[in-house]
């Protein structure tokens, strides 16, 4: 039985007050919220167990190490990986995909071969494609999406051509909530012959994930995206090609010799986790996991659902509010316009009554530019959102556009 | 009156607000009320980096003084550009390089001042600033 007053009631932070206000945080797209039962377990490690990892001979290395690995083995279970192999560490998504790009494009890509990416990346799944393209001489192709929202699959098919070696697709897009059919695009991927590596920073807290049913090639996503640390995220890929593809950076831990002549590589993960890794983020990490394993994703996604369907019905109410994206698969978050007001005049008022929400260009120009704008406000929801905030946001929202009306021209 | 009377003024003007949302509502009144910069000046250079929204700052020097002309698509945003305007406007160039504004702080808008806040007051200051100093040398 879900819970959200329970639920809640594990979050410190939400009981604080901004300006006197009770916070309503509405930015759990950019960064969620820590239980305390992960930061507890962080704390302990720190105050009881801290060493490093991997080295030591003595009892508090075992401890952090067993309790590094006990994390990886979370991960591939919560992602449903075959082994914990396939689990390479990172600071985050941004970090996977740059490994990606590096590594598979140092081993895969060559001048004139093609890297398509979807028109509603963010742009940690874009950049580091084209910083590959100009290092290879490769080139960046685009899927568009509708004004829906919704990608365009027919064109996937024609753009999907014997020169395509890789395909970036996000899981549930930062900017518009879609859920993309990642298992439709992969298979015709595949078929393709290129490999998909799917940006899963914005589904992994909200759906649940099976890296073996989808069959992606990688997948990444961020702990503080799933209410755990932050600095700490994950790369999966499948075994057999992470063998294949070079290590990214070099250093401690990756390597198994090393001599001035030729040093040679540690096996999976290790042969991608170069240097100390941020082992009490990663602990941190698998409690985090286990905390919403705990939970379920069923229930929290069908609650979320509820949610946004609350919060789309409430906001449409006000006039002239703009939502974009409305695709009829969508994750709960809201970007929207109200009026002519600008979504950062929204976002500092709002802010004012207790309200966090996110402004800007969401880190998706190309999204902006889909639609002619320049900026946007979004509200993105997680498990401990209520109906009660909804209502508080709504209400700020009309005071907002009063507020503006009353200016005098 | 210089840098430092017109601050003392506005302060006065926002000591009568207790409410923020006046605060506000002032700002969004100065927003609009702050005629819009002549589409010819709204170019890529004169447009602040920094900011969420599009600032622009325009400025002229006349007889010595020089003088500030500035357009936001976000009203709160400029509202405070209106704010800035009316400080800086009709200076002369050292005075507006040397001028360490204490007003925001006052008027409760220091929050809008820290380098990482995506509205760009900090943004907007240093702009007026290296327009000034330029004039200055230029001069």
Redesign the interface.
């Known amino acids: 039985m879900f819970d959200v007053e329970k639920i809640r009631a594990d979050f410190p932070i939400l009981k604080r007050e901004i ?1 006197g206000k009770p916070l309503v945080y509405f930015d759990n797209g950019a960064t969620s919220q820590r239980p305390a039962r992960v930061i507890a377990k962080m704390d302990d490690y720190y105050l009881n167990w801290n060493a490093n990892v991997h080295r030591g001979v003595h009892y508090l290395s075992n401890v952090c190490t067993d309790g590094n690995e006990e994390a990886r083995r979370t991960v591939r279970d919560f992602i449903g990986a075959a082994s914990e192999k396939e689990i390479i560490f990172t600071r985050g998504t941004t970090e996977s995909i740059n490994l990606v790009a590096y590594s598979f494009g140092e081993r895969f890509i060559g001048k004139g071969d093609e890297i398509l990416v979807t028109e509603m990346e963010h742009h940690a799944d874009i950049v580091p494609w084209q910083m590959l393209c100009e290092r290879k001489g490769a080139v960046l192709k685009v899927l568009p999406f509708t004004d829906e929202g919704v990608l365009n699959l027919e064109a996937l098919d024609r753009l999907l051509t014997n020169r395509v070696k890789l395909v970036g697709v996000v899981h549930a897009s930062n900017v518009l909530g879609t859920v993309n059919p990642v298992r439709e695009i992969i298979e015709k991927a595949h078929a393709a012959g290129a490999k998909v590596l799917v940006d899963a920073a914005q589904s992994i807290a909200h759906t649940e994930i099976d890296v073996q049913a989808l069959d992606c090639d990688f997948l990444a996503f961020s702990g503080h995206k799933i209410y755990g640390p932050t600095g700490v995220g994950v790369l999966y890929g499948k075994e057999a090609l992470l063998e294949e593809i070079p290590p990214w950076q070099g250093g401690g831990e990756m390597i198994r010799e090393v001599r001035f002549e030729k040093t040679t590589y540690n096996d999976l993960p290790f042969k991608f986790e170069a240097g100390t890794p941020d082992f009490i983020g990663i602990i941190g990490l698998g409690e985090a996991l286990k905390y919403v394993g705990g939970i379920g994703l069923k229930a929290i996604g069908a609650y979320e659902g509820e949610l946004l369907k609350y919060a789309t019905g409430r906001l449409l109410e006000i006039p002239d509010f703009r939502i974009f994206g409305t695709a009829p698969e969508k994750s709960a978050l809201i970007s929207f316009q109200v009026g002519t ?5 929204l976002g ?2 709002l802010d ?1 009554m207790g309200i966090a929400i996110r ?2 260009q969401l880190c998706a120009e190309p999204i902006m530019q889909h639609y002619g704008v ?2 946007m406000a979004r509200a993105s929801f997680a498990m401990y959102n209520t109906r009660e905030e909804i209502d508080i946001f709504c209400e700020a929202i009309r005071k907002t556009g009063a ?2 009306e ?4 | 009156m210089t840098i430092q009377e017109k601050e003392r003024e506005i302060i006065e003007e926002f000591a009568v607000f207790d409410d923020w949302m006046d605060k506000y509502a002032y700002l969004i009144e100065l927003g609009t009320a702050l005629p819009p910069l002549e589409e010819q000046y709204k170019t890529d250079e004169n447009l602040i980096k920094g900011c969420q929204s599009r600032v622009w700052f325009h400025a002229e020097l006349k007889e010595g003084r020089l003088w500030f002309s500035a357009d936001s698509d976000a009203i709160i945003t400029k509202g405070i550009a209106a704010l800035l305007i009316r400080v800086f406007s009709g200076e002369k160039p050292p005075d507006i390089a040397a001028a360490d504004l204490k007003f925001i702080d006052e008027i409760g808008l220091s929050q809008h001042l820290s380098p990482t806040r995506s509205n760009g007051l900090l943004s907007m200051v240093k702009q007026i600033k290296l327009y000034a100093i330029a004039f200055a040398a230029g001069s």
């Open positions: 300006y007001i600008h979504p950062l005049d500092t008022l004012r402004t800007g320049h900026g507020l503006f009353g200016g005098k021209a």
